[in-house]
T-cell receptor
Framework: DQQVKQNSPSLSVQEGRISILNCDYT??????FLWYKKYPAEGPTFLIS?????DKNEDGRFTVFLNKSAKHLSLHIVPSQPGDSAVYFC???????????FGTGTRLKVLA | DTGVSQDPRHKITKRGQNVTFRCDPISEHNRLYWYRQTLGQGPEFLTY????????KSRLLSDRFSAERPKGSFSTLEIQRTEQGDSAMYLC?????????????FGPGTRLTVT
């Protein structure tokens, strides 16, 4: 049972435009969410996180939005740059546990 | 480099052999995690340690798998009697234990191929 779902396996965006990556979850006990970026032959790199008490968190070009009623979160990258081309994973966890449940990833390609 | 390091980066072994991987976390981090990632999937949690204590194990961690963190610093993950289904990227991560929400920092992984 896939508790965290990323339904778009890939996304292409022009440089300078907005990239929107989506993630859905099924477990209502999840209260902490993260986005990681992964380049080939490297481990995932932490990007940004959000607690369930918030609906938005921003860090530079990256903003994460959380819609708890829809069990949906999204990552916005503005403006997109070619160096953003990577696989993006969303992850979730619940209070009292430290393991992350990851989605299957979305491959973002930013075209110059 | 003060990031998480893993050794070896690649391992090719024959079915039935034992393999051991090592992870060195970021020095001040007292939580250490092991994940496994197969093609087209996200990382899947295997186990985690706080200092030397192994506090949680996934049911993915069969009795052929064992992880240790004897001195609360580096960790090893051993797979006995490897099977072709064990072929995957094995990722180690570490984090601080202060508070309840500290992001995990991942190493580059060990890619295991079982032939």
């Amino acid at each position: 049972d896939q508790q965290v779902k990323q339904n778009s396996p890939s996304l292409s965006v022009q440089e300078g435009r907005i990239s929107i990556l989506n993630c859905d979850y099924t477990n209502s006990m999840f209260d902490y969410f993260l986005w990681y970026k992964k380049y080939p032959a490297e481990g995932p790199t932490f990007l940004i996180s959000i607690s369930s008490i918030k609906d938005k968190n921003e860090d530079g070009r990256f903003t994460v939005f959380l819609n708890k009623s829809a069990k949906h979160l999204s990552l916005h990258i503005v403006p997109s740059q070619p160096g953003d081309s990577a696989v993006y994973f969303c992850a979730a966890s619940t209070s009292g546990t430290y393991k992350y449940i990851f989605g299957t990833g979305t491959r973002l390609k930013v075209l110059a | 480099d003060t990031g998480v390091s893993q050794d070896p980066r690649h391992k090719i072994t024959k079915r039935g052999q034992n393999v051991t991987f090592r992870c060195d976390p970021i020095s001040e981090h007292n939580r250490l995690y092991w994940y496994r990632q197969t093609l087209g999937q996200g990382p899947e949690f295997l186990t985690y340690f706080q200092n030397e204590a192994q506090l949680e194990k996934s049911r993915l961690l069969s009795d052929r798998f064992s992880a240790e963190r004897p001195k609360g610093s580096f960790s090893t993950l051993e797979i006995q009697r490897t099977e072709q289904g064990d072929s995957a990227m094995y990722l180690c991560a570490s984090s601080l234990a202060w508070g309840s929400r500290n992001e995990q920092y991942f190493g580059p992984g060990t890619r295991l191929t079982v032939t």
